[in-house]
């Protein structure tokens, strides 16, 4: 099994930046791709970005490319979410989610494990 803890997540006006980490322990991490996924309130859980497990490939939903980017360290057992130029449509309770097939997943039903996930909310 792996557990998962995000942190990092907080208040930001429009147009600023958060880092999102999440820290994995358990088996090895480097036995995972890992994603983020996010849920408005109301609305229902979405996909965000993943790695691989290599970290050589990532993959992002349309609505943060350009803006966001993942990345993981596999030493220390982390993967991070760079948010920048951020936009009150961004808030959300942000998801960490470890997944240990091959390949990069957008479904959250391929992830096997889940965090309790880091709210971030943006201003206008």
């Known amino acids: 099994q792996v557990q998962v803890v995000e942190s990092g997540g907080g208040l930001v006006q429009a147009g600023g930046s958060l880092r999102l980490s999440c820290a994995a322990s358990?088996?090895?991490?480097?036995?995972?791709?890992m994603g983020w996924f996010r849920q408005a309130p109301g609305k229902e859980r979405e996909f965000v970005a993943a790695?691989?497990?290599?970290?050589?490939?990532?993959y992002y939903a349309d609505s943060v490319k350009g803006r966001f980017t993942i990345s993981r360290d596999d030493p220390v057992g982390a993967v991070f979410l760079q948010m920048n130029s951020l936009k009150p449509d961004d808030t959300a309770v942000y998801y960490c989610?470890?997944?240990?097939?091959?390949?990069?997943?957008?479904?959250?039903?391929?992830?096997?494990?889940w965090g309790q996930g880091t709210q971030v909310t943006v201003s206008s």
């Open positions: 989610a470890a997944d240990p097939g091959y390949g990069i997943n957008a479904t959250g039903i391929e992830y096997d494990y």
């Open positions: 790695i691989s497990r290599s970290g050589l490939s990532t």
């Open positions: 358990g088996r090895t991490f480097s036995s995972y791709a």
